[in-house]
């Protein structure tokens, strides 16, 4: 799973890279200027964004990480289940709110010809079908960890396999193995699902990431790029955390912690410096470009909202820890809710 979220990764880097090589060939739908553009300014800003951008992903991402000590923001806590439901907020409300307008308004574009980008909403469509595919990519995922941990824990088993031992009587009560195999079986599935989930919604982020800072590493405007930075850094703090939730109740190992902590972190700040060194040759308002990330924005908003929906929301909400407690889930609404409107406020600026 981890090698296919590598290559998934790689050829939609690849893909948006050959095409933004590709739009130098285009004279169409010139890049306006306006009284906020200045290319000296710029470079400036976008230099501080790439260090302060930097800084809030390391922040979210690893605050959940070295804070486990903090008794309060233990994964078994009330505290921890309010925050990722916060989090996810963050998440279903980029997906809503910034990536898929986004990825509407390029392909819906006066540079575009009518037909067929005018006749076809592309960017609902490549979205649902992001949807199908991460449901696809979720479910075969799940199937395959669990049918590979099921092999392994008979090789592991301290009985030695032996799935037919006799209970032992201890002061006249039987204790058997079979409750603990099922307390066992249950959290290794959950385990599982954890795991999935980290690797899925670190795929996702990372495509969005790379084509948000891109854009904001190619553009000139001084005035779009003060209201990116602040946007973005608030952004990528709390989506790390809803991601940094989740590699922590994957339980990985230190150094894939610090790896996929590592590819969070640098993703946008990449693309930052990706859009700095392609500015004289990206038009973002050729046709190429345009289809290229909007179609690119499409999907990800699609396995964002999927990922928040399903794996982060609905996991937790229809869970035995807020299905065991109305007060929970209300303050767990109220999280969402003010995650999800914190989010849609930045699209003001974003």
């Known amino acids: 799973m981890a090698s296919f979220t590598k290559l998934i990764s790689i050829f939609l880097f690849l893909l948006c890279f050959l095409s933004i090589q590709a739009v130098s060939q285009s004279d169409e739908c010139e890049t306006t200027v306006n009284s906020c553009t200045n290319k000296g300014k710029a470079l400036r800003l976008k230099i501080i964004a790439i260090f302060s951008i930097l800084i809030a ?67 609902g469509f490549v979205a649902m079908m992001s949807a199908i595919v991460t449901l696809m990519v979720d479910s075969m995922a799940t199937s395959l960890y669990t049918k590979k941990h099921n092999e392994v824990m008979p090789e592991n088993s301290p009985r030695g396999g032996d799935d037919h031992e006799s209970p032992v009587v201890s002061g006249g009560h039987f204790h ?28 996702g982020i990372v495509v969005h990431s790379v084509v948000i800072g891109l854009s904001l590493g190619a553009t000139n405007d001084t005035c779009t790029i003060k209201g990116l930075v602040a946007a973005l850094c608030f952004h990528q703090m709390f989506e790390g955390m809803g ?44 046709p190429i470009a345009l289809i290229t990330v909007g179609l690119l924005n499409a999907s990800s908003a699609g396995l964002l909202i999927y990922m928040a929906l399903v794996d982060l929301l609905s996991a937790d909400f229809m869970g035995p820890k807020l299905q065991g407690s109305i007060k929970l889930q209300v303050k767990s609404y109220i999280a969402v809710l003010l995650g999800a409107g914190a989010m849609s406020l930045m699209a003001k600026w974003a």
């Open 176 to 203: 058997g193995h079979h409750h603990m195999d099922a307390k066992e079986t249950n959290a290794g599935s959950q385990l599982l699902r954890y795991r999935v989930v980290a690797m899925v919604l670190e795929m």
């Open 57 to 123: 992903s390391v922040i979210g991402v690893g605050s959940p990480l070295v804070t486990r000590s903090i008794p309060m923001l233990h994964p078994d806590r009330n505290m921890f289940v309010i925050l990722k439901a916060f989090a996810a907020g963050i998440i279903l409300a980029t997906g809503f709110m910034h990536v898929l307008p986004d990825s509407f308004d390029m392909l819906w574009s006066n540079c575009l010809k009518e037909n067929p980008w005018h006749k076809f909403p592309f960017s």
């Open 243 to 286: 991601l940094g939730g989740c590699i922590l109740q994957a339980e990985y190992k230190w150094m894939k912690k610090a790896i996929m902590v590592f590819f969070f972190s640098v993703t946008t700040p990449f693309g930052i410096a990706l859009g700095i060194g392609l500015s004289k040759t990206y038009k973002e308002n050729s």
